[in-house]
């Protein structure tokens, strides 16, 4: 009779520990929701010199920037010109070096895609590097810069002077995600947790 109130308070002890866990949980996933949220609204704005990491991705004041509104051909993918294949994502890449030189670049934007990248419009000298990418037929335009595209491809700029797949279908057939816009809510939601999280992880972007 006399250990059942030690049963009880073993009880106690376990749903206590518990609802702390929840508590914890549920703060985490509030916070993460008014930050998400915040996010959309707060515009932010980087400038200096950067990286560059492929032909729509640069290093800028220690953030993962993607440029928005185009796509590159990714590392590691192919194209071919005049009969023969060729790396078009280094090309891709070798061509953004070039356009951003040794100049400043300030990038402006309020979006993130489910990797954790900015979404950004990027200026240097005064032209739009995004836009600079599709017109000199180094990247396509995806939600954006369809003008650019159009002359880029009838002049048979860049990728357009051969054959090539579109980067997001490329991605598909490698087995990655298609998709590079603007995260949604839920994985915005997502993205504040994991920043909270206290422990290193690995890049997952493609």
Excluded: H
């Excluded at 549920?26 to 930050?35: I, S, T």
């Excluded at 932010?44 to 800028?60: F, K, P, S, Y």
């Excluded at 990418?133 to 051969?162: H, P």
């Excluded at 997502?190 to 422990?199: D, E, G, K, M, T």
């Amino acid at each position: 009779m006399r250990r059942l109130p030690r049963r009880r308070g073993r009880r106690r002890s376990i749903l206590g520990r518990a609802l702390t866990v929840f508590g914890v949980i549920a703060l985490f996933g509030l916070v993460a929701l008014a930050a998400a949220v915040l996010d959309e609204f707060s515009m932010q704005e980087v400038a200096g010199r950067v990286r560059v990491v492929d032909g729509d991705t640069i290093m800028l004041a220690g953030q993962r920037i993607r440029l928005v509104g185009m796509d590159a051909p990714e590392r590691g993918q192919s194209c071919r010109r005049d009969g023969a294949a060729y790396d078009c994502g280094e090309q891709a890449r070798l061509r953004l070096v070039a356009l951003i030189g040794d100049g400043e670049v300030a990038c402006r934007g309020n979006q993130r895609d489910r990797f954790g990248r900015l979404l950004m419009r990027c200026v240097v000298g005064g032209t739009d590097v995004n836009a600079a990418m599709v017109r000199a037929g180094w990247a396509v335009a995806y939600g954006d810069y369809g003008s650019e595209e159009r002359k880029a491809r009838s002049e048979a700029a860049g990728l357009w002077a051969g054959d090539f797949e579109r980067p997001a279908r490329w991605r598909t057939q490698q087995g990655s995600i298609a998709d590079i816009g603007p995260a949604g809510l839920a994985s915005r939601i997502w993205l504040r947790v994991r920043s909270l999280w206290p422990f290193e992880r690995e890049d997952d972007d493609p």
